[in-house]
């Protein structure tokens, strides 16, 4: 038996269970808001990182060196990998710096949704805050290690020119690369938690199949040196080397010409825009899924 609403009252209306609920979406209405987010929970993960350390901003300095003074000990003592390669210490130390920026920004954006459950379950805000923070966090430490490059640059004699104005370019294909991959990673750990070792897997996979540690004229054959050269990574790496360090040193398109550059320019791209779309997508159920 129904029962009829009162006079001037209005029925009581039942959402339809079929219809999903849309929820918060990745970047929201107010891009000024999702910058400002951005910034706020970068800031405050950086600065949290260090609080109560005595050495504070130091250690993120010191992770670099300390890797690099072992592997520079190990590759020219025992191994013997660098020792006819020009400023090998600066090429090292470079090549450290800019992969731990990328391995940073994936590994630590991987879960950072999750991490963050009780502030994604309770508040509409823009999704995709969360993996840029990181990547902004990142960025910071990345700008810190840039200067012991430099410091290395200058140390071992060598002279200011006009290359090192590739440097912002090649660090904004690398952090379009980061980035992408931060966005990409995330949405997916939501809902598969086997992204994460999958994904420490084929960091350690990717840090020897890139040119690191070892510099691409060591690899024997030229089809190889080609195929290695198809990872955007190791494109920066090369030209970073090219432009910053040694002159004399081949550049990624003198090694495998201009489509090899195209392709990992368009990889690039490509990671970046699949992150961007799937994290949109997947954003409205985030809250939902976690």
């Known amino acids: 038996m129904s029962v009829a609403a009162p006079d001037g009252a209005r029925p009581p209306v039942h959402a339809d269970p079929l219809v999903p609920v849309k929820g918060p979406s990745a970047i929201g209405a107010?891009?000024?808001?999702?910058?400002?987010?951005?910034?706020t929970f970068?800031?405050?993960?950086?600065?949290?990182?260090?609080?109560?350390?005595?050495?504070?901003?130091l250690w993120q300095?010191?992770?670099?060196?300390?890797?690099?003074?072992?592997?520079?000990?190990?590759?020219?003592?025992?191994?013997?990998?660098?020792?006819?390669?020009?400023?090998?210490?600066?090429?090292?130390?470079?090549?450290?710096?800019?992969?731990?920026?990328?391995?940073e920004t994936t590994g630590n954006a991987?879960?950072?949704?999750?991490?963050?459950?009780?502030?994604?379950?309770?508040?509409?805000?823009?999704?995709?805050?969360?993996?840029?923070?990181?990547?902004?966090?990142?960025?910071?430490?990345?700008?810190?290690?840039?200067?012991?490059?430099?410091?290395?640059?200058?140390?071992n004699g060598i002279e200011p020119r006009w290359t090192w104005?590739?440097?912002?370019?090649?660090?904004?294909?690398?952090?379009?690369?980061?980035?992408?991959?931060?966005?990409?990673?995330?949405?997916l750990y939501v809902r598969a938690r086997d992204v994460r070792p999958i994904w420490e897997v084929t960091l350690q996979a990717v840090f020897y199949?890139?040119?690191v540690i070892y510099v691409i004229e060591h690899i024997p054959r030229e089809s190889l040196q080609s195929l290695i050269l198809l990872n955007p990574l190791a494109i920066i790496m090369q030209q970073t080397r090219h432009a910053l360090i040694d002159p004399t040193t081949p550049g990624a398109v003198a090694i495998?010409?201009?489509?090899?550059?195209?392709?990992a320019a368009a990889f690039v791209i490509g990671i970046f825009a699949a992150g961007f779309m799937i994290f949109s997508r997947e954003a409205p159920r985030i809250a939902e899924d976690l």
Not at 30 to 39: A, G
Not at 118 to 135: E, G, T
Not at 165 to 187: C, D, H, K, Y
């Open 30 to 39: 107010d891009l000024r808001r999702m910058s400002t987010l951005t910034w």
């Open 42 to 57: 970068a800031v405050t993960d950086f600065k949290l990182k260090f609080f109560g350390s005595i050495l504070g901003y």
């Open 61 to 103: 300095l010191m992770r670099p060196l300390l890797l690099f003074t072992v592997l520079y000990f190990v590759f020219t003592e025992f191994v013997r990998l660098g020792n006819d390669v020009p400023y090998y210490s600066v090429v090292l130390i470079t090549n450290i710096v800019l992969f731990t920026y990328f391995a």
């Open 110 to 155: 991987v879960g950072s949704l999750v991490d963050r459950e009780n502030v994604v379950r309770k508040v509409h805000f823009p999704r995709l805050a969360i993996p840029l923070s990181i990547a902004l966090g990142a960025s910071f430490n990345l700008a810190l290690n840039i200067v012991v490059i430099f410091i290395f640059l200058f140390a």
């Open 165 to 187: 104005l590739e440097l912002p370019v090649l660090i904004g294909m690398l952090a379009t690369f980061a980035t992408g991959f931060a966005m990409l990673l995330s949405a």
């Open 209 to 211: 199949a890139t040119p």
């Open 256 to 263: 495998a010409g201009w489509g090899h550059v195209a392709f």
